[in-house]
Structures are given as structure tokens and as C-alpha cells.
């Protein structure tokens, strides 16, 4: 993707592509057990590769994350969608301005900051999220947290260096996997945004797949046939055995039905064109939800209407509270499931983990089913958590507070 | 080590584990369970009304055997009667065993039986005769489209000779995951729309259908057939190994020993897809021929019955759709012949 950026934009090519690129390489070695001299060893040839492309580059390693502020969980106003006629003199502008920086220059001209060049991790956090992954327990979980918090580690990047999208390199075949495990994972609600070709669900900064119609052959050819440099870093299922996450298994199973059944990642990837980033018919339209903690998406985990509200007596059961003596098994999944009343119950706990479970989708609740403890979470993550279960709290105090008029003011909120 | 109490009764051992929850039951108290949820199934989707007259799918096998006694158990209860329909789709070696266990069942339990044949009901096809038919296209043979299909049919000509008023079918959640996997693979955007909910209100003159056992696992049902003592017929349709569906079997099967709550999962995410309002079949109006309910001029049975009369037994499958056709596999799902009595998950 890389190399068609960078031709996209070079002066002889005959549509020039009209943005100013970046460059982000995210170093997960710490994640996947690697040794510091293999990570050291693979970001200085990501670093070579970087240095030749010629634009303004980042390298960002996974530890940052524990660094990283709350209000990468928030989602921002977005600038206004402009129409056909802003759009023309987005670039019209844009291309003012280049004239003004001069001509003859072949490079681009440098962002306002310098590359950001952070020191290397400190053993510390290094240690921290070794920790963090080395205690979830199934490989499926683990490969689900990676993504989420490389995601919001490449959402910080971009916020701060002021890049308004995010291009990512994922492939036909990549995004037909991606979307079988998304349904197998429960996220069948999103997968418009997972693997739709835009994804604006973080506000200001738009995540978009160019190369989504470009199968994993054709990118090999490419990058054989135009010598494109590649690096191999290992990854956290590298060498895992087929059926250790469900993410493997979606992999070999697509591929070996590709090898029978030729259009098999084709006709996926075109029934995914077909979804919309709409609530199902019959969901309450109107004012969209709250969002979930981890990926953003609208909570889709609503009252005991969804088949699986009452059969999921695993997900959304307190892990503290043992399952009723009852025989049916509704009244406890319908007490955690049901937003409003289900606060006071979960409340009388006092589970900072129900807490944080609460406010997530079914896809990350069922993830977070193999995460034993929420400790080792980055701290940002459980600050947004008490941060969002506060003001929660607030607005819930809030229809109290109004019908006592003399001293509505700075009474404090009671738990 | 001694088992542990059951976590419901207290006084009992418990004998199994559910496992989805992982809570031990003993087997009463497991059967009991299992009745209620069904029960909340039927009531909270206001499936069966009161004084229904309901038509079961039966098959011999276990989901329908399974289908048949709950809702006797819980007839008084919903003030339903019931009716077993089965259907001989004239399979030689498979289908009268399973007929005859049928016939037991329905001697046991005092439920009147009526059997409805393909030969009869489609100018003397039989699903054998269908199988030769189709098998000299090269491809393999797409036997199982027409299978599904035409019982969906006999099973509403069933339904309508005892005078019934709800069709039921035994599908259990691992078809319904299985379906998903199923319509994904193969684009078919259009059932995929369709399906997700949990039966079909019946339109333009058919009749009503819909799966009780659609929120119990597979394990579940085989299990609760276990402590009843119910006697069903286990073995797979001579022609299932060429079905699709297969693969997508396959595939659940993994997906369950890597994560156990899967097929929840994959029934969570079917019913919330949201599909664009183009990719939606069109409203459903009657077929030409039979004035049964049709998407087309001609419904898919009077089609697929034309092109075996023609000599074309390819001629409703694949046929003018755009461009996909994988090979050997048509754009129809293929429901396997497992014991289940599976007329077309899709609805």
C-alpha cells in the first residue's frame, strides 16, 4: 500500500492523489515474546524501509499504550462532511498551498512537529503488557486485544500529528476473514465498520481500507514483480497450532474452501458490500446509544426481545454471583442485560469489573470472559471505565435532584 | 471423585453438565429446565397461540423427536394440539427406517400421524429417482436443493390436510449458526435478510412456522433425548456427504472446541446484520402454477419440478442469477439429510 501512496503522488503519475502522508509502523515485539535484540533487530529494518519511502514517519511501540490518555476512548465532533462543490476546493486549497512552499520539490513538505522519536520503552511497561498478555487466557482473546489496542494506539498518533484519516492496508482476502471471525465472535452488528471500506466511529480520525478490493495474491505479485521491501516480524499466532484461535481457524478454513471453491473469498467480500452501518429494523432508531468502551461501536447488547439475551446466562452474569437455584434461567441474564433498572443490582455489588464489563458490546464481554482479572489492562482504559460509570451515576442522581428546586445546586452525588 | 450436588434440587446427584453454563444438574431437573426454556421461547415470542393446531415436523430423528415430546408435555399447558407430519421423500434404505421409528412415536405418545409422500404429491418423483437424474450433469449432484425444497412443500400440504394452523420445526441454535456460516460463504445475501428471527409469520397463504428449539444447543437436545429415554433414529441421509452444509458443520464444530460459547454467538451476530435495503428479497407474491407462496412467477418447487420434467434437472438452480456459480454447489442451501426434519432454514 506504501509503494501505491507513494506513487500515487509522484509527479508522473496520471492522477495525482492529493494528501499529505505519514507514516506509522506500531512494534508489537513485546506482545509476541519477543526477545529485545529480535525487536531491536526488526525496527531497524522497519526503519530502513521508512527512511527510503521518504515521508515523515513514526515508530510507535505497543507499550505506549500504557501512556496513553483517556480521551483516546472518547469520540470527537468530526468536521463537518463537506459536498462535491467543498471538495474541490479542499483541493483547489491544497494545491494552493503547495505552490506556495515552493516548486521543484520533489519530497513533501515536513508536518508542523518533528517525527516524533519517543526513547525506547521502559523495561517497566515493557514488563506491564507481557503481563497483560501472557494473562489472557485463549489465543483468541489475545489477538482481539492486540488489534483494539494497536487501533487506539495508531488513533493517538494520528490525533496528535493532526492526520484527519488513517489508511490501512488490509486486503480482499484479509477482510473476508476478518469478517467471518467478526460473526463467529458475536460482532455481527459492526461488521459494516470492520471491514467496510470507511470507518468513522472514533469521530475526527477516519479509518479507510484502499486496498480492499486487492486480493493476497495480487499484493504478492506486486510487491514481487516491483521489488517492493517487506519485513517479517513474527506475530502473537505465528507457529500457533491450527485450532488455537478462532482466528486461525476462520484463516485455513477460508483458504481451503478457496482452494475448492474458487470465488469463495470473492462472493464474501461482496456480501460485505452489502452491509449497512445501520441498527437492524425493529432496533430503536432515533438517538443512537452509548458506545462501547474498547471498540466504539453503539452497545449492542440490548433487553430480552434478542434471542440471545436470554440464553446467554454465561455473558452477562456477574462472575462473583452464582445462577439462581431458579429453573428458568431468565431472571438473572434479564437483571444485567436491561439498561436503568439493571444499575442499581450491578451496583449493590461494588464489582469494578461488572462496571467495566457493562460497558461493552457483546463482542468485547465475551472477549473479556478469558481476561481472569481487568487489572493489567492499561490504565487508560479503566480510567475512561470510572470516568463513564460516574457520569452515569451523575445523570441517574440527576432526575432526583430536579424535583427537590430549593437546593438543587452542589449537592453531591450520592452512591 | 464424587459428583456434585445438583446446583437446582440440592438433594440430588447431579449427572451432567450443561454445557453452555457449565452449572451440573441432576436429569430431572435438566429436563425441567430444558421444557422451561422452550416454554419461554413459545411465550415470549407468542409463537403458538392458544388453541393452535400445530403441525409437527417429524423426521424420527432426534430434533424432531425431541420437538414433538416437549410440546406434548407442555400441550395442556399452551392449550395446542398436535399433529406429526412426516414426510417420505423415498429414500431407499434411510427413509422407511426412519418412518418406522416415527410410527413407534407416535403410537407411544397417541398423536395422530399423517405421512406424506413425494411420489404422490409430485408426479412420481422420488428423491432416488431425483438423484439419478441429477447425477449424470458431471457436477456433483445438487440433490439436496431439491430435497429441501419439495419438503418444505409436502410439509405444507401435510399441515393443511390435518387442518393445522402453525407449522414447527425442530432446528436447534447449531442450525441456525450452521445456516449463517452457510449464507455468508455463499453471498446469499437474500436469506440472509430473511432469516435471524425466529420464525416466519406466514405470508400471502402460508402458513406460520417456527423453531421452539431454536435457543437450545445441539448438546442439549441430544442430552435431554438421553434422560428421557426417547427412541429416535440417528442415522445420515445416504446423499448428505455432498451437501454444503457440510462444510459449514465442519467449520462449527472447530469454531465450538476453540470457543464454547460460538454457536451463541453466531446467533447473536445473525440477528443483529443489517443488510442494505437493495440486497432485501422483494415482497413475496404467488406462483403462477400452484398459487403457493413465490418470490418469482413460478415458486421454487413448480421450478425446480419443470426442469426435472424437461429432462433439465439443472434448470432452476443457478439459473439467472448474477454471474457466481460455484462449482457444484447451487445457489439454494443445501440442508443436509441429518436426522433432523430440516425443510429450508432459510425462511
Not at chain 1, 525487536?39 to 499504550?65: C, M
Not at chain 1, 483458504?255 to 445501520?278: D, W
Not at chain 1, 463513564?388 to 437546593?407: G, K, M, V
Not at chain 2, 442469477?321 to 432454514?345: K, N, W
Request: hydrophobic share 40%.
Amino acid at each position: 500500500m506504501l509503494w501505491q501512496v507513494l506513487e500515487g503522488l509522484s509527479r508522473d503519475s496520471a492522477k495525482r492523489l492529493r494528501f499529505v502522508p505519514g507514516v506509522v509502523y506500531a512494534d508489537e515485539g513485546a506482545a509476541c515474546g519477543q526477545s529485545p535484540e529480535d525487536r531491536a533487530e526488526t525496527v531497524a529494518e522497519a526503519k530502513l524501509v521508512l527512511q527510503s519511502v521518504g515521508f515523515p514517519w513514526h515508530i510507535v511501540a505497543l507499550e505506549e499504550v500504557f501512556s496513553l490518555p483517556p480521551s483516546v476512548l472518547r469520540c470527537s465532533a468530526r468536521e463537518p462532511v463537506g459536498t462535491e462543490g467543498a471538495y474541490k476546493a479542499a483541493v483547489d486549497s491544497f494545491l494552493q498551498q503547495q505552490h506556495a512552499l515552493g516548486e521543484g520539490q520533489q519530497s513533501l513538505p515536513c508536518p508542523p512537529r518533528p517525527p516524533i522519536r519517543a526513547g525506547p520503552p521502559t523495561a517497566g511497561q515493557t514488563e506491564a503488557l507481557s503481563t497483560l498478555f501472557s494473562s489472557v487466557e485463549t489465543l483468541t482473546a489475545k489477538e482481539e486485544l492486540l488489534q483494539t489496542l494497536r487501533t487506539h494506539l495508531i488513533l493517538h498518533v494520528a490525533r496528535t500529528h493532526g492526520y484527519s484519516k488513517v489508511m490501512m492496508g488490509d486486503s480482499c482476502t484479509r477482510l473476508a476473514i476478518k469478517l467471518m471471525t467478526s460473526l463467529a465472535l458475536g460482532r455481527g452488528a459492526f461488521l459494516a465498520w470492520d471491514t467496510g471500506f470507511s470507518d468513522e466511529r472514533h469521530g475526527d480520525v477516519v479509518v479507510v481500507r484502499p486496498m480492499r478490493e486487492h486480493t493476497l495474491k495480487e499484493v504478492a505479485f506486486y510487491n514481487r514483480l516491483f521489488a517492493v521491501p517487506s519485513v517479517f516480524t513474527p506475530a502473537v499466532d505465528t507457529k500457533a497450532p491450527e485450532k488455537a484461535s478462532i482466528h486461525r481457524l476462520m484463516e485455513a478454513f477460508i483458504l481451503r474452501l478457496q482452494a475448492q471453491f474458487p470465488s469463495t473469498v470473492s462472493t464474501v467480500y461482496r456480501t460485505s458490500e452489502k452491509l449497512v452501518k445501520a441498527p437492524r429494523d425493529g432496533c430503536a432508531a432515533g438517538t443512537p446509544g452509548p458506545r462501547c468502551l474498547l471498540c466504539m461501536c453503539v452497545l449492542d447488547v440490548d433487553t430480552a426481545d434478542s434471542a440471545t439475551a436470554f440464553g446467554a446466562q454465561t455473558s452477562s452474569q456477574l462472575p462473583q454471583t452464582q445462577p439462581p437455584v431458579a429453573q428458568a434461567e431468565a431472571p438473572v441474564s434479564c437483571c444485567c442485560t436491561r439498561m436503568g433498572g439493571a444499575r442499581h443490582c450491578c451496583r449493590t455489588e461494588e464489582d469494578p469489573r461488572a462496571r467495566v464489563i457493562e460497558q461493552l458490546c457483546y463482542g468485547c464481554r465475551v472477549n473479556m470472559k478469558d481476561l481472569p482479572s481487568l487489572d493489567p489492562l492499561p490504565p487508560y482504559i479503566l480510567a475512561e471505565a470510572q470516568l463513564r460509570s460516574q457520569r452515569a451515576e451523575a445523570e441517574q442522581i440527576q432526575e432526583y435532584l430536579l424535583e427537590d428546586r430549593e437546593d438543587e445546586d452542589a449537592r453531591p452525588g450520592e452512591s | 471423585m464424587p459428583a456434585p450436588q445438583c446446583a437446582s434440587c440440592r438433594k440430588a446427584r447431579a449427572a451432567l453438565r450443561r454445557p453452555r453454563s457449565g452449572q451440573a444438574l441432576c436429569g430431572t431437573c435438566f429436563c425441567a429446565a430444558f421444557e422451561a426454556e422452550v416454554l419461554h421461547t413459545v411465550v415470549a415470542g407468542r409463537l403458538l397461540p392458544p388453541g393452535a393446531v400445530v403441525a409437527v415436523g417429524a423426521s424420527g430423528g432426534k430434533d424432531s423427536t425431541v420437538l414433538a415430546h416437549v410440546l406434548r408435555e407442555l400441550a395442556p399447558r399452551l392449550a395446542i394440539s398436535l399433529h406429526l407430519v412426516a414426510v417420505d421423500e423415498g429414500i431407499g434404505g434411510y427413509r422407511d427406517a426412519a418412518l418406522a421409528a416415527v410410527r413407534r412415536q407416535a403410537a407411544r405418545w397417541e398423536l395422530p400421524l399423517t405421512v406424506v409422500a413425494y411420489a404422490e404429491l409430485f408426479g412420481g418423483w422420488t428423491m432416488d429417482a431425483v438423484a439419478r437424474s441429477t447425477a449424470g450433469s458431471g457436477r456433483s449432484r445438487s440433490c439436496c436443493t431439491f430435497c429441501g425444497v419439495l419438503r418444505r412443500r409436502a410439509l405444507e400440504e401435510g399441515a393443511r390436510r390435518v387442518g393445522a394452523t402453525h407449522v414447527v420445526t425442530g432446528h436447534n441454535a447449531d442450525d441456525m449458526a450452521e445456516t449463517v456460516l452457510m449464507n455468508f460463504l455463499r453471498g446469499d445475501a437474500g436469506r440472509l435478510a430473511r432469516g435471524g428471527g425466529l420464525g416466519s409469520p406466514g405470508e400471502g397463504g402460508a402458513l406460520p412456522r417456527c423453531r421452539p428449539l431454536q435457543l437450545a444447543s445441539q448438546k442439549e437436545v441430544v442430552l435431554y433425548a438421553h434422560f428421557r429415554r426417547l427412541d429416535y433414529f440417528s442415522e445420515e441421509c445416504v446423499y448428505a456427504p455432498e451437501a454444503f452444509r457440510g462444510h459449514a458443520r465442519e467449520l462449527l464444530k472447530l469454531l465450538e472446541a476453540a470457543r464454547p460459547s460460538a454457536v451463541l454467538d453466531l446467533v447473536h451476530s445473525a440477528e443483529r446484520l443489517a443488510l442494505a435495503p437493495a440486497a432485501r428479497p422483494p415482497p413475496p407474491g404467488a406462483c403462477s402454477r400452484c398459487g403457493a407462496l413465490a418470490s418469482r412467477a413460478l415458486c421454487q418447487a413448480c421450478a425446480l419440478l419443470d426442469g426435472l420434467n424437461r429432462g433439465r434437472p439443472r434448470l432452476a438452480i443457478g439459473k439467472g442469477r448474477r454471474g457466481l456459480d460455484e462449482e457444484g454447489s447451487p445457489r439454494e442451501p443445501q440442508p443436509s439429510g441429518p436426522p433432523a426434519s430440516e425443510p429450508i432454514p432459510g425462511f
